[in-house]
Nanobody, 123 residues
């Protein structure tokens, strides 16, 4: 089964930036969406952002609006999450997922999930 592959995580100081990448080259997507999620220790998984593959729809969680930007390359093979003004509350494992529905009708049980990449914001 195809799986998206995340990269780009690491340790960054508060106020810093990171760009995460999600390689979806193992998929041929004519519809659906790609979501970025995160899960911090002891907390529930949170959707950070989502981008439609063909419809251009973009969604952000309130907690990241104005700081994070989701985008994808023209070939629809990589999805990026540019994160700026990071703070310790952004520390989590970040996952990307391939959804077979739009960003507004996601069924995470039917999505294809990556293994995650750790983002740690600390001085």
């Amino acid at each position: 089964q195809a799986q998206p592959v995340e990269s780009g995580g690491g340790l960054v100081q508060p106020g810093g930036s990171l760009r995460l990448s999600c390689d979806i080259s193992g998929f041929t997507l004519h519809y659906g969406a790609i979501g970025w999620f995160r899960q911090a220790p002891g907390k529930e998984r949170e959707r950070v952002s989502c981008i439609g593959v063909k419809d251009g729809l973009i969604v952000y969680a309130d907690s990241v609006k104005g700081r994070f930007t989701i985008s994808k390359d023209d070939a629809d093979k990589t999805v990026f999450l540019q994160m700026t003004h990071l703070n310790p509350e952004d520390t989590a494992v970040y996952y990307c997922a391939v959804h077979w529905t739009s960003c507004y009708h996601v069924n995470t049980d039917l999505s294809n999930w990556g293994q995650g990449t750790q983002v740690t914001v600390s001085s």
